[in-house]
């Protein structure tokens, strides 16, 4: 069974750091491109980075890029997302899902680990 | 303001027929990139309910079912169920942005 688990998430103060991981079993870990996807209270589902299987293509949304740092570990079957200078609006369950390119479909996701950044 | 425009709510009664919008542009769906829907329920983690246009993962109840053309694309739910009240949500990819792009979510209410 396929099985992503987010760990990380907590209470942060603003302008602090934060490092979420997403650990996968049940499948081959190093052949899958993985995103980050957030969602704030009461918004809608944001996509934040992608990361190919061999971290040689890394993405990110105008909204994090220069503040947070996405890479991964396949010996480990981990995958890890750098939060710095965090802000407010950074607020949200913070999911990592799994893909088989960029352009694919999101077919299994983590629980989530929610962030909070207090002002 | 998202990149995929999508209707804020739609609603319909049990049994009956409802479509929601995905608009885009001619740099993600007009590009020729994938679109893909999602069904996300209060508390719980969002779940893919069509793939690549039209396509149904194992599982997903033909009910559903996903069209595009040009720079948009659709999303049917044919014989409404109290249990399809959720919130919906577009995605596809965006040359412009080289990344992924979402539908502000569209939230449907089962009269």
């Known amino acids: 069974e396929v099985q992503l688990v987010e760990s990380g998430g907590g209470l942060v103060q603003r302008g602090g750091s934060l490092r979420l991981s997403c650990e996968g079993s049940?499948?081959?870990?190093?052949?899958?491109?993985m995103n980050w996807v957030r969602q704030a209270p009461g918004k809608g589902l944001e996509w934040i980075s992608y990361?190919?299987?061999?971290?040689?293509?890394?993405h990110y949304a105008d909204s994090v890029k220069g503040r947070f740092t996405i890479s991964r570990d396949n010996a480990k079957n981990s995958l890890y997302l750098q939060m710095d200078s965090l802000r407010a609006e950074d607020t949200a369950v913070y999911y990592c899902?799994?893909?088989?390119?960029?352009?694919?479909?999101?077919?299994?996701w983590g629980q989530g680990t929610l962030v909070t950044v207090s002002s | 303001q998202s990149v995929l425009t999508q209707p804020p709510s739609v609603s319909g009664a049990p049994g009956q027929r409802v479509t929601i919008s995905c608009t885009g542009n001619?740099?993600?769906?007009?590009?020729?990139?994938?679109v893909h829907w999602y069904q996300h329920l209060p508390g719980t983690v969002p779940k893919l309910l069509i793939y690549?246009?039209?396509n149904r993962p194992s599982g997903v109840p033909d009910r559903f079912s996903g069209s595009k053309s040009g720079t948009s694309a659709s999303l049917a739910i044919t014989g409404l169920q109290a249990e399809d009240e959720a919130r919906y949500y577009c995605?596809?990819?965006?040359?412009?942005?080289?990344?992924?792009?979402f539908g502000g979510g569209t939230t449907l209410t089962v009269l």
């Open positions: 001619p740099s993600n769906i007009g590009a020729g990139h994938d």
């Open positions: 899902a799994r893909v088989a390119s960029p352009y694919a479909g999101m077919f299994y």
């Open positions: 990361i190919s299987f061999s971290s040689d293509n890394i």
């Open positions: 690549a246009n039209n």
């Open positions: 049940g499948f081959s870990f190093s052949i899958y491109s």
């Open positions: 995605q596809s990819y965006d040359n412009s942005l080289s990344g992924l792009v």
